[in-house]
């Protein structure tokens, strides 16, 4: 019988409580909550502070390894001991404490325990401090556990360079235009494949295929840093090769040290869903190719069940080859319209080829040799000048207008903040179109402006009382607040969707 129970400086009983958290901590999961349980009553027991720390080293272990890293962290803050100041560094790097975790590697420096070096390199990656990863990573020796782990980033940081393997892509950088086919371009698209799958859970998936060939240094300005836009709520983007292809044939590969994701909207907390994907590409020059093949996720469409798209035909540079697919489950179909069908000078077909293959309807347009858009002075917006295929799978303006009123009609709502602030704005103003005039001119004035267009933030406004308390909002985000305030003084008003002169919707 084990008795648990006891405060002398290690009695019998204690050890007894140590043996048997010990045999809990080895067992399953489920005896976890039995094994910290006796820990945390032998480290509150009065006991010598050496074994009292050797506790808390084993009880911080059995945390790292069920995931409760900020309580492994707490639990070895003050041990001296080295070993403990290496798990310290493991477990804010877990917690992703990255600032915390490099501190504290780099106090401790290259230590020759594996597990300690390869999350030493995976938190200088998180800082983009690749060179000194590879050092790190380097140092892994060969017979350790983590040393394939260790190659394995070292190849992804890395460039890599090697011969190209299709003959497809060889043969289309071979028959690929030159400067003189294009005097005023700076670069041509060699190849636009886009295919957006639906699927039948209305999940989604965009694929992209990009081959851009460079001519001079506006090209080099254009296609040397990629950007792919997603919303991190609910999309997701995956990258399956960045490469530069050089004049000589042989390929070089993006590799992590290339890439950033990053925030769009920086310094506008309310919109830091609106990623970016950056990809800087490696040795571009003149006449080299750049290619890419990406894929953005959907975790879900715009409704749940439906989304809206544009095609828009004409780049700023030449497109020699460019494809567009839909795929639908079987039985969905979508509504497509071109607009500005008189500027199609080059004859491209905006009617899609409609096909049954499989269990899927698939749309597809093909167009070749699209000469660029090149801008003039004053020129009107690109929605007015370029022939763009609009797509949606909404059937009706209801139909639109009853998933829009789903996405704010809980927004329009006032706290103390709003109201005390619309009683200061109105309280010499006798009409309603005085009021009117007061609330909409501080909503004007004092809410500064930001556009939003991407994603479930281009669609959806935040609530009233975030856009008051931030002083920023979209145009949607501004209607509400200004909707909420008149409201708040029994003034009727409505937030309405309607496009700008530039809108493709």
Known sequence: MFLLSGCGNFKADNSAKLKLADHYASQADKYNSQAIKLYRELIQSDIKPDLKQGIKLKLSGLYLSIGRYLEAADCLKGIQSQEAQKKLAVAYFKNSQFSDALAQFDKLGKLPDSEYLYYYGQTLEEHNLYDKALEIYSLIEKQSENYDKAIERINAINLSEGALASENLSEIIKNAPTQEDYPDAGAVILLAEEEFNVFSDDTARYDTHMMVKVFNERG?????????????????????????????????????????????YLNYPLYSNARAKIISMPEVTEGAIIEYRASIFHKQLVNKNDFITNYVVQESEPIKLARFKIKMPKGRGINYKAINSQYNKFSADLNPKVELAGEE?????????????????????????????????????????????????????????????????????NSDEDKLKAIYNFCAKDIRYVAVEYGQAGYEPHDAKDIFKNKYGDCKDQAILLVAMLRSQGIQAYPVLIGTYDSLD
């Open 220 to 264: 080099k300005d254009e296609f040397s840093e990629l950007q792919i836009g997603y919303d991190s709520t609910f999309e997701e983007v995956k990258l399956d090769f960045a490469r530069t292809i050089k004049p000589d044939g042989t390929a070089v590969y993006a590799g992590d040290k290339n890439m950033r994701d990053v925030s769009i």
């Open 361 to 429: 309807n698939v749309f597809s347009w093909q167009m070749e040799n699209i000469p660029e858009l090149i801008p003039e002075p004053d020129m009107p917006p690109i929605s007015r000048s370029n022939p763009i295929v609009m797509i949606s799978t909404f059937d009706s303006w209801d139909e639109i207008y009853t998933w829009w009123h789903g996405l704010y009609k809980d927004k329009i709502k006032i706290d103390s903040d709003i109201e005390n602030k619309v009683s200061e704005l109105v309280k010499d103003k």
